[in-house]
């Protein structure tokens, strides 16, 4: 049985509409400072109580230009510092964060966040919490000329762009008939706050949310149910979804998957959010960006990769860890190239993919000073 013929509300494709903000002035500002805060963390659980933990977090916000970070997590399987599996394992999980410079990207995209939670287990007792979660400050400066106004103090609509792409796999074998537990989260949003300046607009917007996406996949029984926000759209289904590719890695991977037992598959193509803040003419202003990614599998024959951000790093010996898979980096490949590739789609649905990155309201400005902290905590029974 698989598990695309189990959702409830996810029969099929499922698709919404992306939505289109007022036209606002595209101006052009100065980042004067960007900060980040990244974080990976992996937790045991037997018998869904804590077991053993592993905590990862890095920072960057000071005095030395060290990008890109990453953080990484992992337990059973996973060696501290090397994200493949040893190959017997019968469990294990894994979360990796990265952050680089959005400001030296050569593309539209910076893709600065990058966020991966795996876990797996085929042990009767042990499952895995796995979260994956990034902050971005980023400091601004709007011009009169920038804003379209006349004078300092006087504001207007800026339009900015969040660049979502992604994709989630969630398997089990026949022997698992409650999926109540199994957990995948995402969310992302986007904050305005006010570093400075007295206008009257910073007093009305002086904290407040100007972009948010979410999408949660629960278990339920013998079923999966999903909520979505309304500005992202999705494709879901088994793993004949990733047939529409064409290829080899393709037709391996949907065979593959076939043989596992449930299988669920969730395809987020590349694609652009606009949303809309207010900014005042020579008064500083802050966007704070939240990503977080959380999954939670079962214990006895169940596994999640997630990513938002960018494609997967490290799916491959996540879902050859159960016995019917051999062709891991192809199920990898195959899934990583639907997500590169949302015209593919095009002809089932309309497309708007999920995870975010922020995008540049201005041209690569020179950054103040950056610096890097990394810390690590592991504890056990």
Not at 59 to 75: H, K, N, R, Y
Not at 138 to 144: E, H, P, T, Y
Request: aromatic content about 8%; charged content about 20%.
């Amino acid at each position: 049985m698989k598990l695309a013929d189990m959702l409830l509300p996810l029969a099929g494709f499922w698709a919404t509409s992306l939505v289109i903000l007022a036209i606002a002035s595209q101006a052009q500002g100065e980042v004067t400072d960007i900060k980040a805060d990244i974080s990976a963390e992996v937790t045991e659980l037997i018998e869904g109580e804590t077991g053993s933990g592993d905590l990862s977090t890095e920072s960057f916000d000071g005095t030395s230009p060290i990008l890109p970070i990453q953080a990484f997590a992992g337990l059973g399987g996973y060696d501290l510092s090397d994200t493949a599996a040893d190959a017997s394992t019968s469990n294990g999980a894994r979360a990796i964060t990265d952050f680089d410079d959005p400001t030296i990207s050569s593309t539209a995209n910076p893709m600065e966040f990058g966020l991966e939670a795996d876990c797996f287990s085929q042990v009767a007792r042990t499952s895995y919490l796995v979260t994956s979660e990034a902050d971005e400050y980023r400091d601004l400066v709007f011009s009169a000329a920038d804003l379209d106004v006349t004078s300092t103090g006087m504001s207007n609509e800026v339009i900015s762009n969040v660049f979502f792409e992604g994709a989630v796999l969630i398997w089990a074998d026949d022997t698992v008939t409650d999926l109540s537990g199994m957990t995948v989260a995402f969310d992302f949003d986007v904050t305005r706050s006010s570093t400075g300046g007295n206008s009257e607009s910073d007093a009305t917007n002086a904290n407040e949310q100007v972009f948010d996406a979410h999408v949660a996949i629960t278990g339920q029984g013998s079923t999966l149910t999903a909520d979505h926000s309304s500005n992202l759209s999705l494709y879901v289904g088994g793993p004949e979804l990733l047939l529409s590719l064409g290829g080899q890695d393709a037709i391996v991977a949907a065979e593959e998957l076939e043989d596992i037992g449930t299988v669920y598959l969730m395809i987020l193509p590349q694609q652009t959010v606009q949303y809309t803040f207010q900014a005042s003419a020579d008064e500083a202003l802050r966007l704070s960006a939240h990503a977080e990614c959380v999954v939670r599998n079962l214990p006895g024959g169940t596994g999640i990769g997630a990513v938002f951000g960018r494609s997967f790093l490290a799916l491959a010996d996540v879902v050859q860890s159960h016995a019917k898979v051999t062709s891991g980096k192809r199920i990898e490949r195959a899934i990583n190239e639907a997500i590169g590739e949302p015209e593919i789609f095009e002809q089932q649905a309309a497309s708007v993919p999920l995870c975010g990155t922020l995008g540049i309201e201005t041209p690569a400005v020179g950054l103040l000073g950056f610096c890097s902290f990394i810390g690590r905590r592991r504890w056990g029974l």
